[in-house]
C-alpha cells in the first residue's frame, strides 16, 4: 500500500493520538476513581516497570559520544560510561555482575536451583550514529525492571533456574562493520581473525578492549562460548523498528523470526584525473560506474523475478519471497580524493540485503556480483565485492514463543481489562543478538510498538505505557519460570 507524504503524515499522527488515548482510557475508565487508579498502577508496578525505567531510557539517552546527537560505538568512551550505569542498575535488582573479555556485561541471579540451565535475556547498548534511545536499551532495561520487580516483593530467590542478563558490546557494527562481536562471541561464533579487524583510525578489536583495561587473546575469545548444555533458552525484547504494531493498535508482538542478512562492500578503482582536461570518451569514471552498480542493485531489488526467473536457481516459492519481503540498502559511499575539480580515482560503497528465504538471499548475491563485474568491465575500471558480515535467517523457537505469546498477553490483559484481541506475531526484517545466539540455545522475541515505526533516529519513541507494557511481559514470563 503506498501513501503520500501528506496522507501518511496524517495517518501517522491520527493513529498515533487514537492509540494513546485508546490505551489510556482503558486503563483508567473513566467511572475509576483516583484511589482506584493509584491502587492500579501500583499493584502493577507501574514505579518501577514504568516510571524508572522511562527515566533510565532517558538517562541512558544522555550518554553519547557526540555532542547534539546520540551515538555510542564499540568500547568508546561513551559506551564504557553506559555500561558503568547498567551495571549499577542490575545490582540495584539483586543481580551479581561482571564484564568478559568482550566487553559484555553481565547480571546473574542463580534462583532456586544453580546448576539448572540457564534463562538468558539479552540485548545491546551499542548505538547507530544519530540514534534513538531506545533500540537496544528498552530490552535491557525491562529485563533488569522486572528482576527488579521480585526482589521488591520477596520473589528473586524462587526463580526455578539461573537468569543471565547481558547487556551486549557491539550488534550494531558501526565502528568496525562487523556486527555481533558481542553476542557471536558469547555463542562461540566470532572468528579469532575478527580481534585484528581495524576501525578507520586503525585501532583493532583488540585495541580498543585493551585501551579500556580489558585484556583479550585468541585462547579467552574461545573461552567465551556458553556450553549448550548450560542455557534452557535465549529472550530478546526490541522495539519493532516498524509500523505494523501500530497500524493494528497493539503494544506488543511474538516475532516468528528473523531475516537472513549479507553486508558488502564494493570498491570501483579507474583513472583519477583533472576535471577540466580529460575528454569524457576517455575517462574511467568509477563514480559513473559506481552509480551504474547502485541503479543495477535498486532494479533487481524491486524486481528480482526479471533477473532470477531464467536462471533456474530459484522456484516460485522463492521468488514469491523475494518479490514480497526482500529489501536492499546502499547506506554508505566514500571517494577519494573526494574534489569537486578531480575525477576521482577510487568510490568504496557499501549494500546491505535482507530476505526471509537464505536461498534467495545467496541467488541475488550471486547474480548482482556477475552483474557488477560486467559493468565494470565494459567502463574498464576495477571491482572488488567484499562479503563483510553473513546471516541466515533465524525461526524462533515454537515453545518459547508459545510461552512469550502468553506473557505479552497477560500484560496488556492486566493493564486494560479484558481483551479480545490475538497477540499479533510478525517477522523481523531488522537483525538482533539472538541471531547470534541462535547458534548456541533457543531462541524468542518480543516486538514493542514504536511511534510511526521510526528507527535509527532522534525521533525514534516508545509510549510510557508501553514500555510498562513491555516489562510486565517480561515479569509475566519470568513468572512461569518460578
Given at each position: 500500500m ?6 501518511l ?5 491520527s493513529?498515533?493520538f ?10 483508567y475508565?473513566?467511572s475509576?476513581?483516583?484511589?482506584e ?6 499493584s502493577l ?9 522511562v527515566?533510565?531510557?532517558?538517562n541512558?539517552g544522555?550518554?553519547?559520544?557526540a555532542d547534539?546527537y546520540?551515538e ?8 564504557v560510561?553506559a555500561g558503568f ?10 543481580l ?11 547480571g ?7 546448576s539448572?540451565?540457564?534463562l538468558?535475556?539479552?540485548s545491546?547498548?551499542?548505538?547507530v ?6 533500540d537496544?536499551?528498552?530490552?535491557i532495561i525491562s ?5 527488579k520487580?521480585l ?5 528473586l ?10 547487556a551486549?558490546?557491539d550488534?550494531?557494527?558501526v ?18 581473525t575478527a580481534?585484528?579487524?581495524s576501525?578507520k583510525?586503525g585501532?583493532?578489536v583488540?585495541?580498543?578492549?585493551k585501551g579500556?583495561?580489558?585484556?583479550i ?20 525484547l526490541h522495539?519493532e ?8 493498535g497493539?503494544?506488543?508482538a511474538?516475532?516468528k523470526?528473523?531475516a537472513?542478512?549479507t ?12 576535471a ?6 576517455m575517462?574511467?569514471?568509477p563514480?559513473a ?6 541503479v543495477?542493485?535498486?532494479?533487481l531489488?524491486k524486481?528480482p523475478r526479471?533477473f532470477?526467473?531464467?536462471?533456474g ?7 514469491e ?6 529489501v536492499?540498502?546502499v547506506g554508505e ?8 575539480n578531480?575525477?576521482?580515482g577510487?568510490?568504496?560503497f557499501t549494500?546491505?540485503?535482507r530476505?526471509i528465504?537464505?536461498?534467495g538471499r545467496e541467488a ?10 560486467k559493468?565494470?568491465?565494459r ?12 546471516a ?5 523457537d515454537q515453545e ?8 505479552a ?13 490475538e ?8 537483525g538482533?543478538?539472538a541471531m547470534a ?6 531462541v524468542?522475541m518480543?516486538f514493542v510498538?514504536c511511534?510511526?515505526g521510526?528507527?535509527?533516529?532522534p ?9 510498562w507494557?513491555a516489562g510486565?511481559a517480561v515479569?509475566?514470563?519470568?513468572e512461569?519460570?518460578?
Amino acid at each position: 500500500m503506498t501513501f503520500t507524504r501528506i496522507s501518511l503524515f496524517s495517518l501517522f499522527f491520527s493513529s498515533f493520538f487514537f492509540l494513546s488515548s485508546t490505551l489510556s482510557s482503558h486503563l483508567y475508565p473513566a467511572s475509576a476513581t483516583t484511589s482506584e487508579k493509584d491502587g492500579k498502577t501500583r499493584s502493577l508496578y507501574s514505579e518501577i516497570l514504568r516510571d524508572e525505567a522511562v527515566a533510565r531510557l532517558n538517562n541512558l539517552g544522555k550518554v553519547s559520544d557526540a555532542d547534539g546527537y546520540l551515538e555510542r560505538t564499540f568500547m568508546s568512551p561513551a559506551s564504557v560510561r553506559a555500561g558503568f550505569l547498567i551495571r549499577e542498575w542490575m545490582e540495584d535488582a539483586g543481580l551479581r555482575t561482571w564484564v568478559d573479555s568482550m566487553g559484555n556485561l553481565h547480571g546473574r541471579v542463580e534462583g532456586m536451583n544453580a546448576s539448572a540451565q540457564a534463562l538468558l535475556i539479552g540485548s545491546h547498548l551499542d548505538t547507530v550514529v544519530d540514534a534513538g534511545m531506545f533500540d537496544g536499551s528498552l530490552g535491557i532495561i525491562s529485563a533488569i525492571s522486572a528482576l527488579k520487580v521480585l526482589k521488591s516483593i520477596g520473589k528473586l530467590g524462587e526463580l526455578k533456574r539461573p537468569v543471565e542478563v547481558i547487556a551486549f558490546s557491539d550488534e550494531e557494527g558501526v565502528r568496525f562493520q562487523s556486527t555481533f562481536l558481542g553476542s557471536a562471541a558469547v555463542a562461540g561464533i566470532l572468528p579469532v581473525t575478527a580481534l585484528k579487524i581495524s576501525d578507520k583510525s586503525g585501532v583493532t578489536v583488540q585495541d580498543a578492549l585493551k585501551g579500556n583495561s580489558v585484556e583479550i587473546t585468541e585462547d579467552s575469545l574461545l573461552g567465551l562460548k556458553y556450553d549448550p548444555a548450560s542455557i534452557w533458552g535465549y529472550f530478546e525484547l526490541h522495539i519493532e523498528q516498524g509500523p505494523v504494531l501500530e497500524w493494528v493498535g497493539f503494544p506488543l508482538a511474538v516475532v516468528k523470526g528473523i531475516a537472513g542478512q549479507t553486508r558488502m562492500k564494493v570498491t570501483v578503482r579507474g583513472s583519477q584525473g583533472h576535471a577540466g582536461t580529460v575528454p569524457m570518451s576517455m575517462r574511467r569514471d568509477p563514480m559513473a560506474a559506481a552509480a551504474e552498480l547502485i541503479v543495477l542493485l535498486e532494479s533487481l531489488c524491486k524486481h528480482p523475478r526479471d533477473f532470477l526467473s531464467s536462471g533456474g536457481n530459484c522456484n516460485e516459492q522463492t521468488l514469491e519471497s523475494l518479490s514480497t519481503s526482500f529489501v536492499c540498502t546502499v547506506g554508505e559511499i566514500s571517494t577519494w580524493p573526494s574534489a569537486s575539480n578531480v575525477i576521482p580515482g577510487q568510490v568504496t560503497f557499501t549494500v546491505d540485503l535482507r530476505a526471509i528465504d537464505d536461498v534467495g538471499r545467496e541467488a541475488v548475491v550471486y547474480e548482482l556480483s556477475n552483474q557488477m563485474y560486467k559493468i565494470c568491465d565494459r567502463r574498464s575500471v576495477s571491482c572488488i565485492i567484499e562479503r563483510k558480515h553473513d546471516a541466515n535467517a533465524v525461526i524462533c523457537d515454537q515453545e518459547l514463543s508459545s510461552r512469550l505469546k502468553s506473557a505479552a498477553y497477560s500484560a496488556v490483559n492486566k493493564m486494560v481489562g479484558q481483551i479480545h484481541e490475538e497477540v499479533p506475531v510478525l517477522m523481523s526484517g531488522a537483525g538482533h543478538d539472538a541471531m547470534a545466539i541462535s547458534h548456541l540455545t533457543k531462541v524468542g522475541m518480543l516486538f514493542v510498538r514504536c511511534r510511526g515505526g521510526i528507527s535509527h533516529s532522534p525521533e525514534e519513541h516508545v509510549l510510557e505505557d508501553d514500555v510498562w507494557a513491555a516489562g510486565l511481559a517480561v515479569l509475566a514470563f519470568l513468572e512461569s519460570h518460578m
